[in-house]
């Protein structure tokens, strides 16, 4: 699940945690790898197996003086990615909240006796913008709070981090009252950080990027001042006592390079600004510093691997 060269690189270049995704599915014990489904009644069949491989990320982690971040990053009942594939919906269905909850207090039984600075849960990736018929934000309370109040029956201190809503572009004012801390993701705007990625830019429509970002007739769209308004509540709720958490950030590979850099320095200056710290999707693959496949870049060779320098170099000085 978790290389340890990558930990150990990790901590040897600076850094200090790491957010650790995860697949709820993957620790069900169940045919789905046959039939590609689950079912409601496949929601406490637990695959000990699963588990122990999360259970060797925490302690490598340990080992390595890295706090981490366990994320659902598919949850019983949702995921940002094709949550069509899940048997009920965690917004509307009591038996997905039952099963979220159930899942979480797992989780917080299994790492009860972990210390806060090591260990700390993130409830949910990316939480959905609500609508009509899905999902309201009561509906967004409701649940964070069910599952919040299971785990701090055995964890009464343990750092609890919830999503923003609208994929985490948005604070949840609602929630301030938990205790809980609170994530944004910085992929805004989008249409930089996700140019030609083929699950956002399907069509492969959006117009090459710049920064600051443009309007067809060249005006400035998007600039540092539009990012500053962009984080000013998460910084206004940072500043009334409410940890805030940057889960995700970077630009997909297809991005031009000096536009990506230009786009992350500002990004990274503004969280830093506002003591908000931060996590890169991803540390390997295309928005990474390992082996990213960029075309408009010379990497170094880092141990069989390729590295992208420069993008280090600018994550080291946040």
């Given at each position: 699940m978790v290389a340890e060269d990558d930990?150990?690189?990790?901590?040897?270049?600076?850094?200090?945690?790491?957010?650790?995704?995860?697949?709820?599915?993957?620790?069900?014990?169940?045919?789905?790898?046959?039939?590609?489904?689950?079912?409601?009644?496949?929601?406490?069949?637990?695959?000990?197996?699963?588990l122990a491989k999360v259970d060797r990320a925490v302690e490598l982690c340990k080992k390595h003086g890295l706090h981490v971040s366990l994320n659902f990053h598919r949850a019983p009942?949702?995921?940002?990615?094709?949550?069509?594939?899940?048997?009920?919906?965690?917004w509307r269905d009591p038996a997905a909240e039952h099963a979220f909850v159930f899942h979480w207090e797992l989780f917080a039984?299994?790492?009860?006796?972990?210390?806060?600075?090591?260990?700390?849960?993130?409830?949910?990736n990316e939480a959905p913008t609500p609508r009509a018929g899905y999902m309201t934000r009561e509906d967004y309370v409701r649940v964070m709070t069910r599952a919040a109040e299971k785990i701090r029956e055995t964890n009464p201190d343990r750092i609890i981090i919830v999503d923003g809503l609208n994929v985490g572009n948005n604070v949840v004012e609602e929630l301030a009252p938990l205790g809980v801390a609170q994530s944004v993701h910085a992929y805004h705007?989008?249409?930089?950080?996700?140019?030609?990625?083929?699950?956002?830019?399907?069509?492969?429509?959006?117009?090459?990027?710049?920064?600051?970002?443009?309007?067809?007739d060249g005006s400035v769209e998007l600039d540092r001042a539009g990012l500053e308004?962009?984080?000013?509540?998460?910084?206004?709720?940072?500043?009334?006592?409410?940890?805030?958490?940057?889960?995700?950030?970077?630009?997909?590979n297809k991005t031009p390079y000096a536009v990506f850099t230009a786009w992350m320095r500002d990004v990274l200056e503004i969280l830093k600004g506002h003591g908000i710290g931060w996590a890169l999707w991803n540390f390997r693959g295309p928005f990474g510093i390992l082996d990213s496949g960029r075309a408009d870049i010379a990497?170094?060779?880092?141990?069989?691997?390729?590295?992208?320098?420069?993008?280090?170099?600018?994550?080291?000085?946040?």
């Open positions: 930990l150990r690189w990790i901590r040897d270049w600076g850094f200090d945690y790491i957010r650790l995704p995860m697949d709820y599915w993957l620790w069900i014990d169940a045919d789905w790898r046959k039939t590609r489904t689950l079912s409601p009644g496949d929601m406490h069949k637990i695959d000990e197996r699963m009942g949702y995921c940002i990615n094709a949550p069509e594939r899940e048997p009920f919906v965690l039984n299994r790492y009860k006796g972990e210390s806060r600075k090591d260990v700390s849960f993130n409830l949910v705007p989008g249409r930089l950080t996700h140019y030609r990625a083929g699950w956002v830019d399907r069509n492969s429509s959006f117009p090459m990027p710049a920064w600051p970002l443009l309007k067809a308004r962009h984080y000013a509540p998460w910084a206004a709720i940072a500043r009334k006592g409410v940890g805030v958490h940057c889960g995700e950030c970077g630009c997909f990497y170094e060779d880092w141990k069989g691997r390729t590295l992208d320098r420069e993008l280090l170099r600018l994550l080291q000085a946040h």
